[in-house]
């Protein structure tokens, strides 16, 4: 069965900083994993996308690595920006299938 | 509007009552999914669907059912709603594997059950 886990759970930090969300899973036959993020009261938005084959993604300020052999993800922001703050939620797919399991988040705030 | 909507957006329903929440998307995506949010448990799947009057169970099934007749629409019903699934669902839509991988969300629906 998939666990995904996320440290921390919570992060602040300083305007400009660049900063590292970590995000590992139990199991590595995944098909890939994908980065979200969440506002308060408000759904998800998927930011960055991985696909098994994939060692890394990037957007704008954001780049997701891979590494499945470890059991690791992590989500690189370059340059942190107020509007940065929100929830990041990383998510596996269930061995084989489709399912994604979402680890707990990591809450980041960005301080001006 | 294209995307995937949700209804209600906040419902207030009493114990035992029966509660059905709505997600459309636009997409034609085959696969949708219905999740819970709970803090210190963070989302969980309660059901999914990989196409039309194709359904099964995810994590936490008990308790909720699905239909899906129609590949745009897949409503959540709670036949007998209990105080613990006052929570936030997200429903979400998915291509499917042989095309763009991602998940994409509805804005979720606030549910108490008092």
């Known amino acids: 069965k998939q666990e995904v886990t996320q440290i921390p759970a919570a992060l602040s930090v300083p305007e400009g900083e660049n900063l590292v969300l970590n995000c590992s899973f139990t199991?590595?036959?995944?098909?890939?994993l994908q980065w979200f993020r969440q506002d308060p009261g408000k759904g998800l938005t998927s930011l960055l996308l991985i696909q098994s084959s994939q060692r890394e993604q990037t957007s704008g300020r954001l780049n997701a690595s891979l590494d499945k052999s470890s059991g690791r993800s992590t989500l690189y922001i370059a340059a942190s920006q107020p509007g940065d703050s929100a929830t990041y939620l990383c998510?596996?797919?269930?061995?084989?299938?489709?399912?994604?399991?979402f680890g707990k988040g990591t809450k980041l705030t960005v301080n001006p | 509007d294209a995307g995937i909507t949700q209804s209600p957006r906040y419902k207030i329903t009493e114990t035992g009552r029966q509660v059905t929440l709505m997600c459309h998307q636009t997409?034609?995506?085959?696969?949708m999914f219905w999740y819970r949010q709970d803090l210190g448990h963070g989302l969980r799947l309660i059901y999914y669907s990989a196409a039309a009057d194709i359904t099964d169970k995810g994590e936490v099934p008990d308790g909720y059912v699905v239909s899906r007749s129609k590949t745009e629409n897949f409503p959540l019903t709670l036949e007998s709603a209990t105080r613990s699934q006052t929570s936030v669902y997200f429903c979400a839509s998915y291509e499917g594997l042989a095309g763009n991988n991602e998940q994409f969300f509805g804005p979720g629906t606030r549910l108490t059950v008092l």
């Open positions: 997409w034609s995506h085959s696969y």
């Open positions: 199991d590595s036959a995944i098909y890939n």
């Open positions: 998510a596996a797919t269930q061995g084989g299938s489709e399912k994604l399991v």
